[in-house]
């Protein structure tokens, strides 16, 4: 089992930045494949950026693509968002999730990949 965390949400202007972070705890973090999806009222929940356990590999949804980056450090347990250039569209509840994976370099886009998900962390750009 794991636990996972979200926090750094919050409002912001349009064109502004947050860092949201995913805490992890009740396994090694290490050997799980990360990803952050969103989910706006009425729309279903969906893909912004995931990242292998190794850290070298990552991919991003196109409509964040150039404007949010992911990270994370397999010692503190912690995986980042950091979302910059945000518009209206990127109001949402961003969850992260985590799925063990045994090849370094995999991360997935699909919800149903993941088996472990936070609580959420409510993002809310205003125009």
């Known amino acids: 089992q794991v636990q996972l965390v979200e926090s750094g949400g919050g409002l912001v202007q349009t064109g502004g930045s947050l860092r949201l972070s995913c805490a992890a705890s009740?396994?090694?973090?290490?050997?799980?494949?990360m990803g952050w999806f969103r989910q706006a009222p009425g729309k279903e929940r969906e893909f912004v950026a995931a990242?292998?356990?190794?850290?070298?590999?990552?991919g991003y949804a196109d409509s964040v693509e150039g404007r949010f980056t992911i990270s994370r450090d397999n010692a503190k347990s912690t995986m980042w968002l950091q979302m910059s250039s945000l518009k209206p569209e990127d109001t949402a509840v961003y969850y992260c999730?985590?799925?063990?994976?045994?090849?370094?370099?995999?991360?997935?886009?699909?919800?149903?990949?993941?088996?472990?998900w936070g609580q959420g962390t409510q993002v809310t750009v205003s125009s």
């Open positions: 009740g396994r090694t973090f290490s050997r799980d494949a």
């Open positions: 999730a985590a799925q063990r994976t045994f090849l370094s370099s995999n991360y997935y886009r699909g919800a149903s990949d993941y088996t472990f």
């Open positions: 990242i292998s356990w190794s850290g070298n590999n990552a």
